[in-house]
């Protein structure tokens, strides 16, 4: 018998109700962990796999209304991992070949022998099991990914981790907000990695990259002839992202007229090529950033309302640099790494009071302007470490004294925001490395342990996280 997490349910389709009763008594007096759905029609059938989680269709294939072949296709199209064993008296190779075409597991003529019959159900089921299975697999390795995609253990990294979870399982477009460099193209490949739609391609269209006479055409394609240039037949990145993920970036900066185009094909779900007299249907998630306010876009007249409204579906806010100023060693050692890799040089660490400089230091330009700054930390240092000094020659390289250009601060108040910050970065690093074991942090950084937890208590830190 196959072992299942959850006791299976079978749903038996036949006009016959009195054969759908044989067969569920059969199945269960073999196995009475199995439940039994039976529906009189295609109709019923549809309506239980809306409403209930099915392992398994058992279906005539000669039915009144819609046939067995049209369920399977639309109970396909509500469960794609379905498993479907068609049954039908009129066997043969021409039907039984139509049935696994359209996504059959399995073809058996009636009347079905019970030892055949039990043995199929029981490799279907299997079938499921492994799927099953394998989305689970897929979901740990994707869930891992979004950890290495978005670096950052602070309280709002991990909010934007659990809201990039649950937008991924469903549909829905969302749009994305935050500042310029926090990361927005990053969290949209990961809701696309966590999709349903991870097999297929996520593009990117950057709308200001594109000048607008010309944006039509890279969004909805063009016949050939339709305007000066044209010298060929173009299918638009609605179409060639069909099944899968489109990106619009930094969607507050396109046209009204845009807009307006745009607007229909959200609501038609199809798009009209330039040029062309009939819509093209297409299946793609939406998923639109913007660095803007559209709401005072909306207030100001250059964004439509009605287009904000089909886009603010979900929304995913990346938090700016400043709201999680505790992972920037983490962002920082980070960066340095991937630098090393990118210049094909060996491993840098940096020396301990650079993480608690760079956490005090302000980052206007977000995750973005610190990935570049750790670049060229990588250039400047030439050991196997990256000190103070390092620091000082990169940031007069771009032309910026220590205060980042800001109003300079006094001695004490700059000093105290250094070392709340390395402060923060240690304990944290300590913690994670000895697994959220306070006492061994303690033993390590020569503190008692009583100290060693006020600062944990003074700094907020989760101790338990790190078990």
């Not at 063009?222 to 060639?240: L, Y």
């Not at 503190?447 to 996280?465: C, G, M, N, Y």
């Amino acid at each position: 018998m196959t072992e299942h997490t959850t006791p299976p349910t079978l749903l038996l389709v036949d006009d016959q109700q009195e054969y759908t009763r044989g067969l569920a008594r059969l199945v269960e007096g073999e196995h009475p962990e199995y439940r039994c759905l039976r529906a009189a029609n295609a109709a019923q059938a549809l309506e239980a796999l809306e409403s209930e989680t099915v392992s398994l269709m058992l279906t005539d294939l000669r039915m009144p209304g819609m046939d067995g072949l049209e369920l399977l296709r639309e109970a396909l199209a509500v469960e794609p991992a379905l498993s479907v064993i068609v049954l039908t008296g009129f066997g043969s190779i021409e039907t039984a070949v139509e049935a696994l075409k359209a996504g059959a597991y399995d073809f058996l003529t009636k009347p079905v022998d019970k030892d055949v019959l039990l043995r199929t159900l029981d490799k279907a089921l299997e079938r499921n099991r492994l799927l099953e299975e394998n989305f689970c697999l897929r979901s740990w390795v994707a869930s891992r990914e979004l950890d290495d995609e978005l670096v950052g253990e602070s309280v709002a990294m991990r909010r934007l981790k659990e809201q990039i979870r649950a937008v991924a399982q469903s549909d829905y477009t969302v749009l994305i907000t935050g500042e310029s460099g926090t990361g927005k193209e990053r969290i949209s490949r990961a809701i696309h990695k966590l999709s349903s739609r991870r097999d297929k391609p996520l593009l990117t269209v950057n709308c200001p990259a594109i000048p607008d006479q010309l944006l039509e055409s890279e969004l909805f394609g063009h016949e050939k002839g339709a305007f000066t240039g044209a010298d060929r037949t173009r299918k638009g990145i609605f179409v060639e992202a069909s099944g899968g993920t489109l990106l619009l970036d930094e969607i507050g900066d396109i046209s009204m007229n845009i807009q307006t185009k745009l607007l229909r094909v959200l609501q038609e779900r199809e798009v009209r090529p330039v040029g062309s007299s009939r819509s093209v249907p297409v299946d793609v998630r939406i998923l639109a950033s913007t660095n803007r306010d559209l709401q005072e876009k909306i207030r100001e007249g250059t964004f439509r309302e009605d287009l904000f409204y089909r886009l603010n579906v979900l929304t995913v806010q990346a938090p700016a640099l400043a709201r999680r100023c505790e992972d920037v060693p983490l962002l920082a050692n980070y960066f340095l790494s991937e630098s090393c890799r990118e210049m094909g040089l060996p491993g840098k660490r940096m020396a301990p009071e650079v993480p608690g400089f760079l956490a005090a230091r302000r980052w206007p330009g977000n995750v973005r302007e610190l990935q570049n700054f750790m670049r060229r930390l990588c250039v400047f240092c030439h050991g196997e470490e990256v000190d103070m000094a390092q620091v000082y020659l990169a940031l007069s390289a771009e032309g910026e004294r220590c205060e980042n250009g800001d109003t300079a601060e006094s001695y004490k108040d700059a000093k105290a925001q250094v070392v709340e910050a390395f402060t923060r970065a240690y304990v944290t690093d300590l913690l994670q490395r000895t697994q959220g074991n306070v006492s061994e942090a303690a033993r390590l950084s020569g503190l008692e342990r009583v100290s060693l937890q006020k600062i944990i208590k003074r700094h907020e830190i989760d101790a338990d996280r790190y078990r």
